[in-house]
T-cell receptor
Framework: SQTIHQWPATLVQPVGSPLSLECTVE??????LYWYRQAAGRGLQLLFY??????ISSEVPQNLSASRPQDRQFILSSKKLLLSDSGFYLC??????????FGSGTRLTVV | KNQVEQSPQSLIILEGKNCTLQ??????????LRWYKQDTGRGPVSLTI???SENTKSNGRYTATLDADTKQSSLHITASQLSDSASYIC??????????????WGAGTKLIIKP
């Protein structure tokens, strides 16, 4: 999407290493932002959502954390990656009239 | 438990043919039902959004239908093109859900169009 920027597109990390995925958005201020993970053959799993700076809600207890240091910046982190953290990570912005806009995603492989 | 189940899991059709993808849900009551298209390695893109009171909605060659009585939705693709190859995901927002964090996602149907 042109209004959501995610990087990197692919990432291979060893078990036990830290992680930082960044998502920045354009457009309206104070958007609701989301981090999802998608495993092969499974539906999207909501990890975190944020309704504003410093406000993070976690849907699933896990090895990951999220932060929103600025209005248009949403970061997904881990101190020590597990094999089970592998997956396709998507950042999303809540749009007008029930819509989502997704970023292009990050394919994370933990080895 | 609120669930969204899609069928078939995967489908292969020839270019130019029509196809219909199914979505059964147990979410009740619900606010709206959405269909997304997800190209491989990309984020999902919205195709249609229907409220509980709508029966059908079209977006070009894509037509979604909704039967709230049987709790079923379908996505019909007409005159398929190679670019239609993707995963199609059905998503339901439960009633009372005022934000997208309450969306319930199906696992998707992987559609492959062959020339």
């Amino acid at each position: 999407s042109q209004t959501i920027h995610q990087w990197p597109a692919t990432l291979v990390q060893p078990v036990g290493s830290p992680l930082s995925l960044e998502c920045t958005v354009e457009g309206t201020s104070n958007p609701n932002l989301y981090w999802y993970r998608q495993a092969a053959g499974r539906g999207l799993q909501l990890l975190f959502y944020s309704v504003g700076i410093g406000q993070i809600s976690s849907e699933v207890p896990q090895n990951l954390s999220a932060s929103r240091p600025q209005d248009r910046q949403f970061i997904l982190s881990s101190k020590k990656l597990l094999l089970s953290d592998s997956g396709f990570y998507l950042c999303a912005k809540e749009g007008e009239v029930y819509g989502y806009t997704f970023g292009s995603g990050t394919r994370l492989t933990v080895v | 438990k609120n669930q969204v189940e899609q069928s078939p899991q995967s489908l292969i059709i020839l270019e130019g043919k029509n196809c219909t993808l199914q979505c059964n849900y147990t979410v009740s009551p619900f606010s709206n039902l959405r269909w997304y298209k997800q190209d491989t390695g990309r984020g999902p893109v919205s195709l249609t959004i229907m409220t509980f009171s709508e029966n059908t909605k079209s977006n070009g060659r894509y037509t979604a239908t909704l039967d709230a009585d049987t709790k079923q939705s379908s996505l019909h693709i007409t005159a398929s093109q190679l670019s239609d190859s993707a995963s199609y995901i059905c998503v339901v927002l439960p009633c009372g859900g005022d934000s997208n964090y309450q969306l319930i996602w199906g696992a998707g149907t992987k559609l492959i169009i062959k020339p």
